[in-house]
């Protein structure tokens, strides 16, 4: 069955009502530009090459191509935060990140603390992102206060990993002085445990995610559960985690459940992008993910493309929306 992860609690303004049509008939776009000033070329950032962002970002940027005659082309990156700081310096056009940074750029802190993000927009929700504490059988860490003194990675710099470790170390009572923190990529991370480098990493990704099936190859690994309570404590201080499991089945050698918790994938664009383009962009996301070959397609639906927006919508997006009857305010 079909999980639904946040609810849909959005706070558009009235700048995100439909642009009207130019006097040459073509439709304007959040910045007021049209459909002429769109690139030649897209380009699509994802993450590490090994998580899951990727490989899915390879088959979108494929839809993307056919549905609109542009070019796109998926590139490897650092993830979330710094994804939205290209995004917002006209790097690139488009974007994986997680709902919980996007929130972040938006409001001004953690990663973006005095440098609020105003012109990249939302396109839509794709997949939960679960937060994965991966260590080996053998660690001696069995909860996240054994963590304490030990040499962890929380993910690369500018990456929404590193938010989610800040969160949960807090709520058990831990910071990152507590620990000897690592910042490296998802590749880097599992290197690091199969070396003996590092005790345990931080990995958050669409599961299963590669380098961890990567890491069972050579390695027994073990995944850290969070208490009930502490699930709960950290969905009341950030309401855009919800409580997820890792399945038995997930990894070779993972023998139980495993409790914890996960954030949202999502789109985003620049904002000068037009209109019509962003709307065939949209459209190109939620119409062809039953055809896609990545276990993480068949949770990009339609009827949850909003969960975890709590942020402005690309006008582009809002009409396709609208389209399908699903209200964006």
Do not use: W
């Not at 929404?160 to 910042?183: C, F, P, R, W």
């Not at 997930?250 to 904002?271: F, H, P, R, S």
């Not at 992008?273 to 065939?280: A, I, P």
């Amino acid at each position: 069955m079909k999980k639904r992860f946040f609810p849909v609690t959005l706070a558009l303004s009235a700048t995100l009502a439909l642009s009207a049509c130019g006097e040459d008939g073509s439709n304007t776009g959040a910045s007021g530009n049209d459909a002429s000033s769109d690139p030649d070329f897209l380009s699509l950032l994802t993450g590490g090459t090994s998580g899951t962002y990727y490989p899915l970002g390879g088959e979108l940027a494929t839809n993307i191509t056919a549905e609109t005659g542009i070019s796109t082309d998926a590139q490897s990156s650092n993830a979330s935060a710094e994804n939205i700081a290209q995004l917002s310096s006209g790097d690139a056009e488009l974007a994986f990140t997680q709902t919980d940074v996007m929130s972040n750029a938006v409001d001004g802190v953690n990663s973006f603390e005095g440098d609020a993000v105003d012109n990249v927009l939302a396109i839509g929700s794709l997949y939960p992102e679960t937060i994965q504490i991966v260590t080996t059988a053998g660690a001696g860490i069995e909860t996240v206060e054994d963590l304490e003194g030990k040499t962890v990675s929380v993910g690369a710099p500018g990456s929404g990993t590193y938010v989610n470790a800040e969160q949960i170390l807090k709520v058990y009572g831990l910071s990152m002085d507590d620990i000897n923190e690592q910042h490296l990529s998802f590749d880097e991370s599992t290197s690091g445990i199969q070396d003996g480098n590092i005790d345990a990493a931080f990995i958050t990704a669409g599961t299963p995610t590669g380098a961890v099936s990567g890491l069972t190859a050579t390695n027994d690994i073990s995944l850290v559960s969070l208490s009930e309570e502490k699930v709960n404590e950290l969905i009341e201080m950030y309401p855009y985690y919800a409580s997820d499991v890792v399945e038995a089945d997930v990894y070779e050698g993972l023998d139980q459940d495993v409790q914890t918790v996960a954030v949202l994938a999502m789109i985003a664009a620049n904002d000068s992008l037009s209109e019509d383009l962003v709307y065939n962009i949209t459209k190109a996301i939620y119409e062809n993910a039953e055809n896609m070959a990545h276990d993480k397609a068949q949770f990009i639906q339609l009827e949850n493309a909003l969960d975890g927006i709590g942020f402005d919508v690309h006008p582009g997006a809002q009409r396709y929306y609208e389209e399908q009857d699903i209200s964006v305010d």
